[in-house]
């Protein structure tokens, strides 16, 4: 198990029914403060068309407008986690980035813009194409530094980025040396130098007359384009704007192979991001500008296709596998379109089914009283999400009196939630802002939220419960609809706005969410548990659709491609596709080494079979499975039924679910045939009340296995 210090991880969680939260956030003021810094400029802006332009700012619209005062109604987080930030003034920090370790924490973290690895030294870069290797439980490919730049810096900053690059400002002292532009899609690097000056390699250059050279270290060869500026020995004089472009070799390149390459190696500025819809479809466009149009050098990765790319026959090696070389100006790739939904077909259950399923959910509502919800972010929104699943099987079951006492429960705990004032009267069950890092934080805060780890997976069960309560009820929309809409725009606001910035977790060429807020971690951010961001964007989607809101909005107009409807749909989709693919069912055929089924722990430098939180054999699986949303059925039998039994075999060695995460493991089983179903339905109605989820519940266990059965 892969084990980092207290202060950088999840705390093991010895309850299986909920995981302990890493700290209690600080008493709030009562006073209601006025938030300032929403007028800050913001970048990665992502515009009504759903483009994403490196460098712009936006200006508070009228929905904007109207947000901010949302927002200050909030009061303030007591004080922020951020802390000192390498970081341009004027620029929204990058939480949750693949790059977040570069502006946050004590000194930069190595990042990884696949297929390459780049980092900081101490007086200037370092980038390298790491070496992959695989063991039982982990695919690695650590960072590694084969070609480096001494350009005297003694610090850098973040001065610009978007949803797919960075750009790094180098200085020494005050004085701006350079910009390097790294993008992950592309295993390019770009020096420019804002001041004529010299640059020395680390390594001895093999340089010619026409400005190319050639830097072999660690076994790689790299390429070296320098315009407007000349090569000689180990240094480069570059004039003011001269710029270095970075090139890695792949393995097996002829020269005529290379040469093409090194035409396309073109200094590279920013990524612009477009999503779309159309067919069945959500669409994902990346266009990188090489300048004028120009085409540079651009790696898919594995499984994402080379449209309009003309592809060389190279592969680079990543943790993902072999990805394909290709020139271009973007990547494109399209992901079936996964319909948002939170209800369980129960129309076929047998008239003894449906009886049983009665009893059960009779009994289960008997439980629920003011005592069933955590007072934090994350065990809260799980309950809430556990009683909501429960009323409405109790609508379907045409339970009228026990649904009206269950939705007067989960109403009036998410009345709390979504009190505009609530913390500024209490210290749990409410939402702060947090002006330093543009984000709310639910209190009490939970696994580092207040660091803003984790945040899609708290508040996708949150707006899951908001949306199943508020579906038939105008009223709670309306009464729900200023915070609600707030806690969606802190996790995937279709565009950026004063407050919020654009897509906050979600990577769009790595098609996934990274959890880690500040990623203090050398390789790189990390994801977990990629069933519950598919939840989250689950919840995201069906509370658009239900109070018809776009992100910047607290008045509940949308227009469509802001539209959270919109935008939950194309990440459900995303995240789905990406979990299919990468976790519960990836090709592995390039790690024979790796024994393990599922990839459970993604992270920019490698992929893990293992948990944050738990050592044994079943965690890994389940928590890619919780908490099974109705949606989960359109995508975790990825690789049929004999992929959900190789899981299960190494889940549950044993063939006992009396485990953590064993209600899911069940529901997972009934998918693969009728038969697993019938024997799934047995194993849950006798499985301890101490094994099933705390976002789950025997009556949600049962209703979901017997509709396959």
Known sequence: MLRLPRSARRDQAPDARRRVGVRRASRLSTSVTVVTAVAMLV???????????????????????????????????????????????????????????????????????????????????????????????????????????????????????????VTVEHRDGSTVLGHTVVAEGSPLVTYTAARAGTVTATSPIDGTEDGTGTVTSGGRTWQLVVRDGTIDGDTIDLRSGGSIVLLPVPDGATAAQTARLVAAARPLTGVALDRSASRGKQRTTLTYDFGSGDRGVLVPQPGQGTTGLECTGLHYETVQGPAPVCTGTALRFAVDTVRPSDTLDL?????????????????????????????????????????????????????????????????????????????GTRTARCF????????????????????????????????????????????????????????????????ATASFPALRVYDPYAQHSWASGFSPFADGNNQESSSEAVSAWNGVALWGAVSGSSSGSSSGSSSGSSSLRSVGTWLLSNEAASAARDVLDPDLSAFPEFRHRVVSLTWGGKRDHATWFSAAAA????????????????????????????????????????????????????????????????????????????ANSRSYMLAWIMSRA
């Open 43 to 165: 970048t990665a802006c992502t515009g009504p068309g759903g483009t994403d332009h490196p460098g712009e700012t936006t200006s508070p619209t009228t929905n904007g407008a109207a947000q901010a005062r949302a927002v200050a109604a909030l009061g303030d987080v007591a004080s922020s986690k951020a802390g000192a930030m390498r970081l341009a003034d004027g620029l929204l920090p990058p939480t949750n980035r693949w790059f977040s370790g570069l502006v946050f924490g004590a000194a930069p973290q190595p990042v990884f813009p696949s297929p390459i690895s780049w980092q900081v030294t101490d007086d200037g870069f370092a980038a390298g194409l790491p070496t992959v290797t695989a063991t039982e439980k982990t695919i690695a490919g650590g960072a590694t530094q084969q070609v480096g730049l001494d350009l005297g810096a003694t610090s850098t900053l973040v001065s610009d980025y978007d949803s797919v690059s």
């Open 347 to 423: 129309s076929g259950l047998s008239s003894a089914e449906r009886g049983a399923l009665v009893t059960q959910v009779r009994a289960d509502a008997s439980t629920v009283d003011a005592s069933s919800y955590a007072a934090d972010s994350y065990g809260g929104g799980k309950d809430l999400y556990r009683v909501a699943n429960l009323y409405r099987l109790a609508t379907q079951l045409d339970l009228a009196s026990v649904a009206d006492a269950l939705k007067t429960s989960v109403v009036d705990e998410l009345d709390q939630w979504f009190d505009p004032a609530g913390c």
């Open 432 to 495: 702060a802002y947090d002006p330093t890092l543009h984000g709310l934080v639910g209190q009490e805060a939970s696994f580092g939220s207040d660091e803003f780890n984790d945040h899609h997976f708290h508040y996708g069960y949150v707006l899951s419960a908001a949306a199943v309560l508020a579906a038939d009820d105008p009223a709670l929309v309306s009464r729900w609809r200023t915070v609600a809409d707030l806690v969606a725009a802190d996790i995937a606001s279709p565009e």
């Open 619 to 694: 965690a890994p699986a389940g928590i890619e499975l919780i908490p099974m949303p109705a949606v989960a059925a359109s995508y975790v039998d990825a690789g049929g039924a004999a992929q959900i039994r190789r899981v299960l075999a190494e889940a549950v060695p044993d063939g006992r679910y009396d485990v953590q995460f064993g209600d899911y493991l069940l529901m997972y089983r009934a998918l693969a045939s009728r038969t697993d179903a019938a024997t799934a339905l047995r194993e849950a109605r006798a499985l301890p009340d101490a094994v099933v989820d705390s």
